[in-house]
């Protein structure tokens, strides 16, 4: 199971070793008509990957054949695939799950959208604002937005990441009421819910690695995470690379594929 850039490298290195690959595009990403994208959304994107690993295994061409799981992702993917992780006892204990690789990791959305706010990544956030909202729809959270905001989402969250980048530079603040939209009450609500909590709670083996020149996922957020799974006792490999966001997606592909191996031996 691989969710994250949008790079072959990864792929290609775990079909090489002879494993079944399964790709998940995330909820509502492929299928019309159904809303926009759950980016940010970790609780949706776990549940998309263990759907998935369930599905590829009832495929016609496995003739019923089960075997051993792992789940690996990278940014929004590597979020993805450790809230898998955590909900995968209640929520597909009959996946064989081995272990978890997950770079460059979104540990916190409130503090990832601080941080590149008013950036060159800044769309991120009005992105993680309109997936949060897509994942969460029975809450009224889109109430944040200016007029001007209610229009540049309806827009935005038709758009691919590249243009919606180009597009959409200004701070989130910009289309909302407030400055800090995330600290609205119903806002603070979903965060909750969408926190790091219980990944130090895993009991499978989780790989993690990042570039020490990151600039949209800072490299010290990584290591927060280390260490509050370390302190959970999760059995934790961790890798660095010098090298920034797409560099290391692109550089650990190997590392990453003998890592996971480990995990299935």
Sequence with gaps: MIAGEETLDPIIAALDRGWAVAVPDGENLGITGLGSHTFLAGRAAGHVALDLARAAQNLPEFAGVTGPVVLWGYADGGRAALWAATLHGDYAPELDLRGVAAGAVVTDPAALVE???????????????????????????????????????????????????????????????????????????????????????????????????????????????????????????????????????????????????????
């Design 115 to 265: 941080i590149i706010d008013s950036g060159p990544w800044s769309a991120l956030g009005l992105a993680g604002l309109l997936g949060l909202s897509r994942a969460y729809h029975h809450l009224p959270l889109r109430h944040v937005f200016t007029a001007d905001g209610h229009r540049a989402a309806q827009r935005a969250e038709t758009l691919s990441a590249q243009i919606l980048l180009a597009q959409y530079q200004q701070p989130l603040g910009h289309w909302c009421e407030r400055s800090d939209p995330w600290n609205d009450p119903i806002w603070r609500y979903v965060l909750a819910r969408e926190n790091t909590t219980g990944f130090d709670e895993l009991r499978i083996p989780v790989h993690l690695y990042h570039g020490r020149r990151d600039s949209i996922i800072p490299y010290e957020l990584a290591h927060r995470l280390a260490a509050d799974l370390r302190a959970g006792r999760t059995l934790l490999t961790w890798q660095e690379y010098d090298g920034d966001h797409l560099d290391t997606a692109e550089r650990s592909a190997l590392d990453v594929v003998n890592q996971l191996n480990t995990f299935l031996t």
